[in-house]
C-alpha cells in the first residue's frame, strides 16, 4: 500500500550502507553512525566508543525504522517501537545496571537487550539529505522539516 503524498519515485540514491568518519562529542567519547537504507527500511547502527578515536567499544545501540522518499531531498522517518543495546564495556555495563537502562537489570558485557522506544515509537522525524558522489549529508528534525543543511562530522556519510 501507498502512504498517501509519498513519492511514488523508485529513486535508489540512498540505498546503501552509509558511514561517519569517527567524529568525537563534547564530553571526549567518539562514534561511528552507520544508516543503511533497504527498501523502505532503514537500519541504524551507533556505536559508541570510550576514546576519541574509536577505538575502544563502549556500548551499541541498533534500531530498525521505516521511511518514505519525498521530493526535493526530504525523507520522512518512522521510529520503530524496539532497538537493541549491547554495553561493550565493564563501564558501560556498571553504567547500565546503576541507572537501570531501558528499565532493564541484569546487564551482561556483549550481550544485548531489547529496549522500547515508549512514547516515540512511530513518531516521525523530518529529514532534509543531498548527495554528492559518494558522501551524504543529512540534517534531521523531530518536530519541522529542516531547510537547510549544517554540515558536521554526525552528519556527513560516506556510502560503503
Not at 46 to 73: N, P, Q, V, W
Not at 109 to 134: H, M, P, Q, R
Request: with cysteine.
Amino acid at each position: 500500500t501507498q502512504v498517501p503524498g509519498a513519492n511514488t519515485d523508485t529513486s535508489t540514491e540512498l540505498e546503501g550502507t552509509w558511514k561517519t568518519a569517527c567524529y568525537t562529542d563534547s564530553d571526549n567519547y567518539s562514534f561511528y553512525f552507520t544508516p543503511t537504507f533497504a527498501g523502505n527500511v532503514l537500519t541504524i547502527t551507533d556505536e559508541k566508543h570510550s576514546d576519541t578515536s574509536c577505538a575502544t567499544d563502549y556500548r551499541l545501540i541498533e534500531e530498525s525504522h521505516t521511511f518514505a522518499m519525498g521530493d526535493g531531498g526530504r525523507v520522512t522517518i518512522t521510529l520503530g517501537s524496539t532497538f537493541k543495546r549491547t554495553p561493550q564495556s565493564d563501564s558501560a555495563v556498571s553504567s547500565y545496571n546503576t541507572n537501570n537502562k531501558c528499565d532493564a537489570t541484569g546487564w551482561e558485557k556483549n550481550t544485548a537487550k531489547t529496549c522500547s522506544f515508549g512514547e516515540d515509537a512511530g513518531a516521525t522525524v523530518y529529514c532534509l539529505y543531498a548527495i554528492s558522489g559518494t558522501t551524504l549529508y543529512m540534517e534531521c528534525n523531530n518536530s519541522v522539516q529542516p531547510t537547510s543543511i549544517t554540515i558536521d562530522a554526525g552528519n556527513t556519510f560516506t556510502k560503503q
